[in-house]
């Protein structure tokens, strides 16, 4: 049974870097071809992918947030954390981590999402 | 403004089909077999109830279906039930610049009259 978390602050200023961490069970990064990525969802509006890693440290991220994210991950711990800096308060939004496998272009468990504000 | 263009809202009676688009480029729904849809109930997450154009995960109904021609992509749902009722998103892969690119649709609002 494969199910993920997100944690992380709730409330952040605008200009700080937001640190969330998505803890995962059911699968594992020494699994060939594992991801995790990252989506999020402003209030009332359309899903948006962040970013993605794999199990071999190899990531992607979305050409519009690339230079203020970084994805990493630890093996050991089923953890994954996305570092966004430079915080906006039109990135308040829910933030979800979510399974995904390499060569296939689709996000099959999600994580129940996490709200984070931007405000001063 | 999404990447991928969807209607606001349909609906349609229990019993009814449904058929939501998705309308994209060549540069992702047109050129690639990499279409997932969505699901998603108010507060909730969202489940994936079909990808690469078609395929249904294990334990979707296969009331739902998922074509392309085209730029467009298209989910429908036969046999409407009360429980389809939700926001509905598409996705597909998109090629970038940098090589890897996810897009979504700006959501359809499913009503079950």
């Known amino acids: 049974q494969i199910t993920l978390k997100e944690s992380g602050p709730t409330l952040v200023k605008p200009t700080q870097t937001l640190t969330l961490t998505c803890t995962f069970s059911?699968?594992?990064?020494?699994?060939?071809?594992?991801?995790v990525g990252w989506i999020r969802q402003p209030p009332g509006k359309a899903l948006e992918w962040l970013a993605i890693i794999y199990w071999d440290d190899d990531n992607r991220y979305s050409p519009s947030l690339k230079s203020r994210l970084t994805v990493t991950k630890d093996t050991s711990k089923n953890q994954v954390v996305l570092t966004m800096t430079n915080m906006d308060p039109v990135d308040t939004a829910t933030y979800y981590c979510?399974?995904?496998?390499?060569?296939?272009?689709?996000?099959?468990?999600w994580g129940q999402g996490t709200l984070v504000t931007v405000s001063s | 403004q999404s990447a991928l263009t969807q209607p606001a809202s349909v609906s349609g009676s229990p019993g009814q089909s449904i058929t939501i688009s998705c309308t994209g480029t060549?540069?992702?729904?047109?050129?690639?077999?990499?279409v997932s849809w969505y699901l998603q109930n108010p507060g909730k997450a969202p489940k994936l109830m079909i990808y690469?154009?078609?395929k249904r995960p294990s334990g979707v109904s296969s009331r739902l279906s998922g074509s392309k021609s085209g730029n467009t992509a298209s989910l429908t749902i036969s046999g409407l039930q009360p429980e389809d009722e939700a926001e509905y998103y598409c996705?597909?892969?998109?090629?970038?610049?940098?090589?890897?690119?996810?897009?979504f649709g700006g959501g359809t609002k499913l009503t079950v009259l």
């Open positions: 996705s597909s892969y998109r090629s970038s610049s940098s090589s890897f690119d996810v897009v």
């Open positions: 979510a399974h995904h496998s390499f060569g296939v272009v689709m996000f099959d468990y």
């Open positions: 060549s540069s992702d729904v047109g050129g690639f077999n990499y």
């Open positions: 059911g699968f594992s990064f020494s699994t060939f071809g594992v991801g």
């Open positions: 690469d154009v078609s």
